[in-house]
């Protein structure tokens, strides 16, 4: 049977607010357990939350690059679970009334682009951290721990349409949304830190079915790559399950990122299992036009615009302008580059430097672009030594590595290592001479008419410099000794 595979993803952003949703104890990570917390945000009795105008602010911002319809009139509402991370036993969400709903996403898969519907965009509260000991879950452990720090703190929850038809699609979906939140500058959107969390609902159909098969949530994916991984599994599951007569159960399941497979959790609750009643503490958000005018004022450039942006005015192809935008410091320091060094026409050669030689650096060295302690202005230095002789560019990727390896200056490398191109006529030529007296056979086949023999003599050439010879140079110079030119 062939089957088309259908998925919705609900995604957890952490908002980049200062304090926490409903008090004003500190969102800073990493404090010691329970020392960010009040009577609010650990639901004392008697006391009363306030909402946070910032978070609001973030998650209008997203909605509106997300092309969602902003409601005049929102409400939050309690969900009801007993878990030891919520001491309220309730966690402030939205429900019925959502801040804003109908939106999309453009997202390109290998070339393909495909517009995903956003169902809603909604503000409620994280829960607290559990750290089970003896155990990656609660169940098997022998205690488990809690730290509050998390409780209350600013989570935006983005519902996606079931529009997703493979988990490529949401493995590219959750990163087109990263990087969107990333530039608008609401979430850091760190999947492997948790800042974003996704959770997936994955259904098989038979192909040209129009009803929806059953469909299970899986949780506990840690990375883009868990995502298409673990859906990929989930993915075959279901057509197992479905090809050998059986049926699917409603359930979440658990994905594990060593065996890669999933487990099922728990059967799945259904709405009402949660008792979702208005929560009457808050009042509800309305925001004005005029608020909604200046946030929208405020949004800047969008990714997409950029991509096309850059592969108009700057003509670099597709694949590395998606390097390029990867994250909005990236761009800019193209930017800034391609402004210092003074044409537009150079901008291919920096797109080609930073997708290339310094991607490359910060992979093989784990550093993240923004933390490299490197200059627009130390790349063009180096790229402007490449023009006027001084390095080639062999030397000019030494440099370059011992720049950012070092956070020396680029001339102070260059004293320091003697790393510079001979390109010097005078030094150059007793080289050369050098070469033409070694190399007597060769010489006379060059002299007979066999052109390819100048490969093997700028060799020599370079061999002899230690690779310092300006090879272009060489070449010229040889064939002035040798009666060409
Ligand atoms: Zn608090």
């Avoid at 030397?395 to 200056?409: I, S």
Wanted: include cysteine.
């Amino acid at each position: 049977m062939n089957y088309e595979t259908v998925i919705g993803l609900e995604t957890h952003a952490q908002l980049l607010t200062e304090s926490k949703m409903f008090c004003s104890c500190s969102t800073k990570f990493g404090a010691p357990p329970n020392t960010n917390i009040c009577p609010i945000c650990t639901g004392q009795p008697g006391t009363l939350p306030v909402t946070n105008k910032k978070a609001i602010e973030l998650a209008l911002k997203t909605a509106i690059a997300l092309n969602c319809k902003i409601e005049p009139h929102s409400i939050f509402a309690r969900k009801h679970y007993f878990y030891p991370d919520l001491p309220k036993d309730y966690q402030v969400s939205q429900y019925e009334e959502p801040l804003a709903t109908g939106g999309y996403l453009e997202i390109e898969v290998d070339g393909i682009k495909k517009r995903i519907g956003i169902t809603r965009v909604h503000l409620e509260e994280d829960a607290g951290k559990l750290i089970h000991v003896g155990a990656a879950r609660i169940m098997g452990a022998e205690e488990s721990l809690v730290d509050y720090n998390r409780t209350g703190t600013p989570l935006m929850e983005i519902v996606s349409e079931p529009d997703l038809r493979s988990p490529r699609d949401a493995a590219v979906y959750t990163q087109t949304l990263a990087n969107l939140l990333q530039y608008i500058g609401v979430c850091d959107a760190k999947m492997e830190e948790g800042s974003l969390r996704c959770d997936a609902n994955l259904s098989l159909r038979p192909v040209g079915q129009r009803e929806f098969g059953t469909k299970t949530e899986v949780k506990n994916m840690n990375s883009f790559k868990a995502i298409e991984k673990a859906l990929l599994a989930e993915e075959k599951r279901h057509a197992e399950v479905l090809n050998e007569g059986g049926k699917i159960v409603q359930e979440t399941r658990f994905f594990d990122d060593v065996t890669e497979t999933t487990t099922g959790m728990r059967s799945k609750e259904f709405a009402h299992d949660y008792r979702y009643f208005p929560e009457p503490d808050l009042v509800p958000v309305e925001p004005s036009k005029e608020w909604i005018d200046e946030i929208r004022e405020s949004i800047g450039e969008l990714p997409a615009a950029i991509e096309q942006r850059f592969i108009q005015d700057y003509k670099i192809a597709k694949l590395m302008v998606k390097i390029l935008i990867e994250k909005k410091l990236i761009g800019r320091f193209f930017e800034e580059a391609v402004k210092l060094y003074g044409h537009t026409d150079k901008a291919p050669i920096i797109a080609n430097w930073i997708a290339g030689e310094i991607a490359a650096y910060s992979n093989e060295n784990h550093k993240r672009f923004e933390d490299l302690d490197f200059t627009p202005a130390q790349l063009v230095e180096i790229l402007r030594l490449i023009d006027d002789g001084t390095l080639s560019g062999k030397m000019a990727k030494e440099v370059l590595f011992t720049v950012l390896k070092t956070g020396k200056q680029v001339k102070d490398v260059i004293a320091e290592s003697g790393l510079t191109q001979i390109s010097n006529e005078a030094e150059l030529e007793k080289i050369v001479q050098e070469v033409i007296k070694n190399n007597p056979k060769q010489v006379k086949q060059f002299k007979a008419g066999k052109e390819t023999v100048m490969m093997f003599l700028v060799g020599q050439v370079m061999k002899l410099s230690k690779g310092r010879a300006n090879p272009a140079l060489a070449n010229q110079l040889l064939k002035r000794a040798l009666g060409k030119n």
